[in-house]
């Protein structure tokens, strides 16, 4: 079995499905992050702005990726572009929900002490409450990174491409070598996201942080 | 006080536990039962897991209803090796198979069924592999339509380009844009036994759709200008998709017929009559037009069955 799933691997089209499959993923969080996050530092001292984040945002999550899917033909038809739309849609909702909190939850003691320190909203923001935040931030950045690899597999559908053309390929032929190649690819690259993103999550957490959750406050 | 209030608290959740697995153990399991209203020796018929084969299956049942016998219906068993099993260890008497399907992968058939060159011999040699083994089958006569791929033209490209069959297409493929799928772009009786058979095969896109109902409305909506699917799909009922003849032949014919077990045929050999009348009534604009009313009015099976086989006075 093993040496037939690499055969899979070998094939000539297997290249274009795995950067398809990348570049969807890669593209969709990219654009979520470039909505969520403005959106969540909008609304981050506003409790209303951060219900209405947080509700949408979870209704968000509930949502079937499918369902997703099929409401962005009509506009766009099938193709790169429905998938893209769609799985933007689908990687919103972690980023927002975890930066709008994360900003939301720094302390408020910390804020009044910088504020008597004579530090203006702005440099609160990027000196304070970003760092803080940050690895909150991160996490809905790694989730919502790992969430849309998976779903990415839904693209086939819709004619996006991606691995999941071959999951559906091996399924309709019988192949459990195709499909398994395909179910492989899909949860390798989830891993490499995975820790990735860990990895970057970690980068950015602020030395204090850092010690702080070592020494577990 | 506090375990009696656990106890009662606990009687009715087990309760509605078991009256649930009781409901799902009842419930069907791996296909659709139900008895005809008919009197008379039961015969059992099977039918794969597709549309076409649900109305194939009911139209079977409600015939030998009308006609002496109890039908049973055990349709949806799954691909055509699950049925064939079901038929060969005596779970189900018959059911709808195609001559192709037979050939290709269910009888031992040696050489390439594409080559076999009209429906006739095709049947003729499906029958023969039934009928030679053990237990025998007999495929009875096949109803008058060939369900096999078809490639079909959004009907504006038809016209403008002047196509009428693949190898018309073929020249004019560069230019057009081919809407298919993953399983018929990578089996080798699919995309590459066109290229094979149709070398001027040139697509100037191949978008590839996992999803049959999207493909179409990919067709309607002009994204695609050329289609693969079934020839019996209802949604070919469409004046706006011209289907293209294929003067090479380059697939197996698959006409339906009832394989039946041949020893339930010699007790019961009034059978073949009654689902000969069946086959004999279809064609393939009629076949395509039932599987339109279950896959795009979302009609029930049944009904559908049953509405044709009145039409046609093979039941009141």
């Known amino acids: ?217 | 006080m506090k375990n009696r209030t656990k106890l009662i608290r606990a009687v009715p959740a087990l309760l509605t536990v078991l009256s649930l697995l009781f409901v799902v153990a009842c419930g069907n399991v791996g296909g659709t039962d139900s008895s005809g209203g008919g009197g008379g020796p039961t015969i059992t018929v099977g039918s794969k897991n597709f549309t076409e084969q649900y109305i194939l299956g009911n139209m079977y049942v409600q015939a030998l209803d009308a006609n002496g016998f109890n039908g049973v219906a055990k349709l949806d068993l799954g691909s055509e090796q699950i049925a064939d099993k079901a038929l060969q260890n005596g779970q189900i008497d018959l059911y709808p198979e195609y001559t192709g399907t037979a050939l290709v992968a269910i009888v031992p058939y040696k050489g390439n069924p594409a080559d076999l060159n009209s429906p006739k011999a095709t049947y003729e040699a499906a029958k023969k592999g039934y009928a030679e083994r053990s237990p025998a089958d007999t495929m009875l006569e096949p109803a008058p339509f060939n369900n096999t791929y078809g490639i079909f033209v959004r009907k504006s490209v038809a016209e403008k380009n002047g196509l009428t069959n693949m190898d018309e297409l073929a020249q004019a493929s560069k230019n057009l844009t081919f809407i298919s799928y993953s399983e018929f772009q990578n089996r080798s009786d699919g995309y590459p036994n066109m290229q094979k058979n149709y070398p001027a095969l040139d697509f100037k896109e191949i978008k590839i759709v996992n999803e049959l109902g999207l493909r179409y409305s990919g067709l309607e909506s002009g994204e695609g200008d050329v289609g693969v699917g079934f020839t019996t799909d209802g949604q070919l009922t469409s004046d706006q998709l011209v289907v293209m003849k294929d003067p090479k032949s380059i697939w197996p014919f698959y006409y339906p017929a009832p394989v039946v077990r041949s020893d339930v045929l010699k007790k019961h050999p009034k059978i073949e009559k009654v689902l000969n009348e069946v086959s004999a009534s279809l064609d393939v604009a009629t076949m395509r037009e039932l599987n339109g009313q279950v896959d795009l009015d979302q009609e029930d099976p049944e009904d559908v069955a049953r509405e044709h086989l009145e039409e046609e006075g093979i039941v009141e």
């Open chain 1, 1 to 217: 079995m093993l040496l037939e799933i690499l055969e899979v691997y070998a094939r000539p089209d297997f290249p274009e499905k795995l950067w398809q499959h990348v570049l969807l993923s890669l593209a969709a969080l990219l654009v979520a992050i470039a909505i969520a996050l403005p959106v969540a530092l909008l609304i981050r001292n506003t409790r209303l702005g951060a219900a209405i984040a947080i509700n949408i945002g979870n209704i968000g999550r509930a949502v079937p990726s499918l369902a997703i899917l099929a409401l962005a033909l009509p506009l766009l038809g099938i193709g790169f572009a429905s998938a893209l739309v769609a799985l933007t849609a689908l990687a919103i909702p972690p980023i927002l929900i975890n930066a709008s909190t994360g900003l939301r939850e720094v302390s408020k003691d910390v804020i009044d002490a910088a504020r008597g320190m004579g530090l203006s909203g702005g440099q609160i923001l990027s000196r304070i409450q970003l760092p803080i935040a940050a690895p909150v931030i991160f996490a809905g950045i790694r989730t919502s990174a790992v969430q849309t690899v998976a779903s990415a597999t839904l693209a086939t559908f819709i004619g996006g491409g991606g691995l999941g053309d071959l999951i559906v390929e091996g399924y309709s032929r019988r192949g459990p070598e195709i499909l398994l190649a395909g179910a492989l690819a899909v949860a390798i690259l989830a891993i490499i996201t995975e820790v990735g993103f860990g990895a970057l999550e970690r980068a950015f957490t602020p030395k204090g942080l850092k010690i702080a959750q070592k020494r577990g406050r």
